[in-house]
C-alpha cells in the first residue's frame, strides 16, 4: 500500500538534494553583480545562487521550451500556422511582505536572462497596480494597502493579457516607496519578452473569474517563519531610518528620526496591523497553488524546496 504521502503532488527535497538537480548549469554571475541585485537585509550569497537558483532556472529552462510545444500542439489543433510566434513564459513570485521576494526575482531575472534561449526577461511588480493613494481614500482602505482589493486585478490582468498575447508595447504603471503613491505618468514598459516575472503579495490569489493567476506557467512562494519575517520586517524599518527615511521627500521621513526602541514599537504596529494579518488572511492560504516554495530559514537562507510535481 503506497503510504499518503507518497500520493502527493508535491515532492519535498532539501537543499543538498536540490542542489544536485543544477546538474552542468554553469554559474554566470559575480559577487559584485549579486550585490547589486540583493535588497536591504537580503543574505544571498553565490552559494546560495548555486545550489538553489541555478537548479530552478534549468528547471525553468526546461520548461520553457515544454510550454512552446504545448502552444504548437493548440495551434495545430486550431489548423493555425504558428511558426515563429512565441508566447512569453510568465513566472509569479509571492509571499509576504519582508520576505525577500524581490531579491528572488532580481536573481532569477539575472540568471534566466543568461539562457541564449530565452536572453529577453523583463519584471514587474504589482506595486504599480495599487489604486493611487486618493483612490484608496476614497474607497476607505488606506490601511488595507497590499490586500487584494488595494490593487485594481482588472488593470494587472490585462496588461498581463496583453503581453502574453504578442502585443508590441505594454505598459505598467510604477508605485513609489519613496512617495507612498503611485507615480502619475510614470511607465514601466514591456516588449514582447521571452519572460515575463510578475512578483508581489498576492499574485497567486484565486477569484471568481480569471485572474493574473490563471495566466502563470510557473510561480514560486517564498516561505519563511511568520515570526521570522516579523524580524525581517522591522530589522529592515530600523535600517530604512537610514537610507530611504532619511530623505525629506520620503513618505516616512518623520520615523527617520526615531529611536530604536520607538522605530520598533513603530514597525511593530505596522506589522501587526497590516502585514501580519495580510499575510494570514490573504497570502499564506495561496501556498498550496505555487508550483514550487522556496522555504527560509531564521537567517533568510533557503534550506527546502518543494516542487509541484503533478
Ligand atoms: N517604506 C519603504 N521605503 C523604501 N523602500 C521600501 C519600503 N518598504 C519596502 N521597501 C523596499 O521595497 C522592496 C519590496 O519590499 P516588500 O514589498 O516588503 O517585498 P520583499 O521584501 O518580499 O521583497 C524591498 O526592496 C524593500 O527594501
Ligand atoms: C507596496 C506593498 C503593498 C507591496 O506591493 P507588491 O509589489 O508586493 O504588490 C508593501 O510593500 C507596502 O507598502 N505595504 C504597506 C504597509 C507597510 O508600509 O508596511
Known sequence: MPRVRELSPYVELHRDQWRELRRATPLPLTAGELLKLRGLGEQVDLDEVAEVYLPLSRLINLQVAARQRLYEATTTFLGEDCRGTKVPFVIGIAGSVAVGKSTTARVLRTLL????????????????????????????????????????????????????????RVSAPVYSHLAYDIIPGAENVVRQPDILIIEGLNVLQPGPRLTVSDLFDFSIYVDAHTEDIERWYVDRFLELRHTAFADPASHFHHFAGLPDDEARAEARHLWHTINEPNLVENIKPTRPRATLVLRKDADHSINRVRLRKL
Do not use: N
Open 113 to 168: 536572462a543568461r539562457w541564449p534561449d530565452h536572453p529577453r526577461v523583463d519584471l514587474v511588480t504589482t506595486d504599480g497596480f495599487l489604486y493611487p493613494r486618493q483612490e484608496l481614500m476614497r474607497r476607505g482602505i488606506m490601511h488595507r494597502k497590499g490586500f487584494p482589493e488595494s490593487y485594481d486585478r482588472r488593470a494587472l490582468l490585462r496588461f498581463v493579457t496583453e503581453v502574453k498575447s504578442g502585443a508590441e
